[in-house]
């Protein structure tokens, strides 16, 4: 009987819990999470801490989906390390955990700002059930904020700050939010946006330090330019760091992430990796690439198990993922890869919407829609197609995309 151990619950690890049951229903499966409830619906939790949804949607699963399924599920369990000689999983109160095939699904931890009493309270990282709780809890009370982070996290503190009626301050290092997928008229429809919600970006900022009183409490936002921002609510959402110092000395190959690749495996046998972490090998792309949205952490959890419980390269992941924003009145979506490219096209139509197409090599690589997200599906088909269209930015630019009006794609 093969032994499977997964390391995380989140989506992607228990994606694969479900497919290596469904793949091998003889297995003993083991999932391994140090939080303390099953899986959450971590695109949800936002709408937890604005205040417009209960708990109850955000679970996804109850232990009872575990043991219907025969999985064992251990909570508020910490993995110490890994031996890859020895293929065990240490914990730090389960002893040593033996397996055959091991994933590991652990995804992030928020970077904390590297500034003085960035630790204080009232300042407040989102990634957690328990992180959404204590943002609305405090949020519900608070008058003044500050939202630190200039990019898709970040923009989630504003709208908690426009749901709950905090006044808010958006501090941004660059000149524009998200500067490195959006270009300035982009960007302007979202900072109205966020205007229009109670929120003011203040470009060309950033956080020097913060102010606290004598019981610890945040006060205040001072930025480089020496400019002060009175607030007793911060979000603070600069990246994550990668869960896997656990995995030191075990031989797996760590490069901001863990590296694998279009198999979900690792440079060592019998172990895989999925979701945030992974700086995997991108066919679409050509190189190694890496990406946080559910959707894609789902797909490699599944990717992950088959190959796993096939013992060989049974499917590669091929995916093109896509992030969206609902916090305006107007809708926003990000898909593939839109801060990379060599080139890129993009219109304005209205003062509500706007597209930009990455490419690269002449390949669509990802892009970004506001306002009108319908062409979606067919940028998506063309990154699946890999057709180089950047010469024929004309026709992807037409309000109505029709995939009929570009040239037929040359022989290779």
Known sequence: MTQYVIIGDGISGSSAAETLREEDPDAKITVITDEGEPLYNRILIKEHAKGKLPEAPISIHDEDWYQEREIDLLLNTHVTSVDTDAKVVNTHDSGEMPYDKLLVATGGTPTQLPVENSDADGIHHFWTFEDARGIREHAENADKGVIVGAGLLGIDFAAVCGAQGIEAEYLMRGDRWWRYALSGDGAEIMHEGMREVGVEPVFDSGVDHFETDDDGHVTAAVDPNGDRYECDFVGAAIGLNFNTEFLRGSGIERDNGIVVDEYMQTN?????????????????????????????????GRVAAVNMAADEEAEGFQWVSSYSITHFDFPFLSFGHPTLGDDHAERRYSDTEWRRIAFKDGRIVGGVLI?????????????????VVADQADVLLEQSVDLDDLAAPQEQ
């Not at 895989?272 to 894609?296: C, H, I, K, M, P």
């Not at 306002?371 to 057709?387: H, I, V």
């Open 371 to 387: 306002g009108d997200l319908s062409p979606q599906s067919k940028f998506k088909q063309l990154m699946r197609e890999q057709r």
């Open 268 to 300: 060592v046998d019998d172990v895989y990796a999925a979701g945030d972490l992974t700086r995997f090998y991108d066919v679409l792309l050509g190189e190694q690439g890496q990406n946080g949205s559910w959707g894609s952490a789902k797909e490699q």
